[in-house]
């Protein structure tokens, strides 16, 4: 499986970008995919999860703020990030792996298999 993200960039303090990640086949119902972001000198960090099984899932610092979404037609995972806030600056991943986790590693890098190539996300004025 081979997994692309695209559409990071500069934006301004309470503005909006919207990342999309292709994967490369149709595992769209037996999948995890999740979008984690890695801060200079910073751990990488969980950001939303999603798997037909299972409830969307968001880290503390973006509920509300973020929304994950499919498009299965297309093959893609998406992550809509509204009031955007200087401390998401960050190198955006998106990432996958067969089946299910549960609740409490479903945020954790650790357990994902498939890493798409990182897109920066600038938030600044």
């Known amino acids: 499986v081979q997994l692309q993200a695209s559409g990071g960039g500069w934006v301004q303090p309470g503005g909006s970008l919207r990342l999309s990640c292709k994967f490369s086949?149709?595992?769209?119902?037996?999948?995890?995919f999740g979008w984690f972001r890695q801060a200079p000198g910073k751990e990488r960090e969980g950001v939303s999860v999603?798997?037909?099984?299972?409830?969307?899932r968001y880290s503390d610092s973006v509920k509300g703020r973020f929304a994950i979404s499919t498009d299965q037609s297309k093959n893609t995972v998406d992550l809509q990030m509204n009031d955007l806030r200087p401390e998401d600056t960050a190198v955006y991943y998106c990432?996958?792996?067969?089946?299910?986790?549960?609740?409490?590693?479903?945020?954790?890098?650790?357990?994902?298999?498939?890493w798409g190539q990182g897109t920066q996300v600038t938030v600044s004025s």
């Open positions: 990432a996958a792996r067969k089946g299910r986790l549960v609740m409490s590693a479903r945020l954790s890098a650790a357990h994902y298999d498939y």
């Open positions: 086949d149709n595992i769209l119902d037996y999948w995890t």
């Open positions: 999603f798997s037909r099984r299972d409830a969307v």
